[in-house]
């Protein structure tokens, strides 16, 4: 019965870690989100040149960020600029990046 029980134990730790390991780190994130500023970051969230609407990344949720970030990456969703800064990330840099945003005050 002992080895049972520690053996759940292990179990659940493990699932437990792995659990917040695949959410990611904000800090991470952080620090791998400078160059989305640079579109992302603009006031009026508009982008200078072409002159088209870009997207409030803060505040957005964990799961959507994963998603898009992911189809940038394996070509599904289509544009340029995403579609080379996808091809760049890790999934645990994804993971980071959608952490890091979605912890961000919509208000900001």
């Given at each position: 019965m002992?080895?049972?029980?520690?053996?759940?134990?292990?179990?659940?730790?493990?699932?437990?870690?792995?659990?917040?390991?695949?959410?990611?780190?904000?800090?991470?994130?952080?620090?791998?989100?400078?160059t989305c500023t640079g579109c992302h970051g603009i006031t009026g969230w508009r982008n200078a040149y072409p002159n088209y609407h870009v997207p409030r990344i803060a505040g957005q949720h964990?799961?959507?960020?994963?998603?898009?970030?992911?189809?940038?990456?394996?070509?599904?969703?289509?544009?340029p600029t995403m579609r080379a800064q996808g091809e760049s990330l890790s999934d645990a840099d994804i993971r980071d990046i959608a952490a890091y945003l979605s912890s961000l005050n919509t208000a900001e």
């Open positions: 002992t080895r049972a029980l520690l053996f759940a134990v292990a179990l659940f730790s493990a699932t437990t870690a792995h659990a917040d390991d695949a959410k990611g780190d904000p800090a991470e994130g952080k620090i791998k989100t400078y964990y799961e959507y960020v994963v998603a898009a970030l992911t189809e940038y990456k394996t070509g599904n969703r289509t544009h």
